[in-house]
């Protein structure tokens, strides 16, 4: 889906208030008058030439480690990021719960809390609510 934006941070307000679908809805319902140039979410699962962005061709797989991958188009909410204490891409003595893996070597990444390809419909591309996360794996929160 192709949105028109004139203003990023209008963009990131409405994507704060109403979510990525209420976003859309509301821009596709008043014919986005907000428009001049065009944005395209790369996460959305099946968002047309953006998957070598991260994958090679065939098979379908990462180009290099989730981290790396994450931080060529985030670094700065990486090293800002609301939880940058956590411990990223190393191994963690703890069991994740299943909407929370871990990666192939049993590693905390980016993906672990977020969905890279958008598909739980939480915002920020949380895998789980904002409110539940951080007591998916800590109870003492």
């Known amino acids: 889906m192709v949105l028109k934006i004139l203003d990023y941070r209008k963009l990131l307000r409405l994507l704060s208030a109403v979510g990525l679908v209420g976003a859309m809805i509301l821009l596709y319902s008043t014919g986005s008058s907000l428009a001049e140039s065009t944005v395209v979410n790369p996460h959305v699962f099946g968002a047309v030439g953006f998957c070598d962005r ?63 390809h958008a598909g739980s419909g939480f915002r920020r591309l949380l895998r789980v609510d904002y409110q539940t996360l951080c007591i998916q794996c800590h109870s003492d929160y």
């Open 54 to 116: 991260c994958h090679t061709d065939s098979p379908p797989k990462l180009k290099a480690g989730v981290v790396e991958i994450c931080g060529s188009c985030h670094a700065k909410n990486i090293s800002d990021h609301p939880v940058n204490q956590h411990p990223m891409d190393i191994r963690v003595n703890i069991v994740t719960p299943s909407p929370l893996p871990l990666s192939s070597n049993k590693t905390l990444v980016c993906s672990t809390c977020h969905d890279p």
